[in-house]
Nanobody
């Protein structure tokens, strides 16, 4: 069993930065693929970024590429999402998720989810 707890969300002005954290627990966390997804008001949940268990492979959605960076620290069992140059359209609830095996970008491929953290970007 894997448990995920996100933190770091908040209200920020456009152009600002936030760093989200996802604290994980469970025996298999260090070998899990970790992902970040988001769900804006009235929208479907969408892929933001994912990272392999070693950190050697990372993928970012085109909408955040160059602005957001996913990373992980397996010793701390924590995954991060550094978000820079935030835009109002980045406003959403951000979720951390975990799965075994390879990186995937669809929400239904992930087995474990956190409760989410709200990010609001004002213009």
């Amino acid at each position: 069993q894997v448990q995920l707890v996100e933190s770091g969300g908040g209200l920020v002005q456009a152009g600002g930065s936030l760093r989200l954290s996802c604290a994980a627990s469970g025996r298999t966390v260090s070998s899990a693929v970790m992902g970040w997804f988001r769900q804006g008001p009235g929208k479907e949940r969408e892929f933001v970024a994912a990272i392999s268990w070693s950190g050697g492979s990372r993928y970012h959605a085109d909408s955040v590429k160059g602005r957001f960076t996913i990373s992980r620290d397996n010793a701390k069992m924590t995954v991060y999402l550094q978000m820079n140059s935030l835009k109002p359209e980045d406003t959403a609830v951000y979720y951390c998720a975990a799965r075994r095996s390879t990186i995937r970008s669809t929400p239904d491929a992930y087995d474990y989810w956190g409760q989410g953290t709200q990010v609001t970007v004002s213009s």
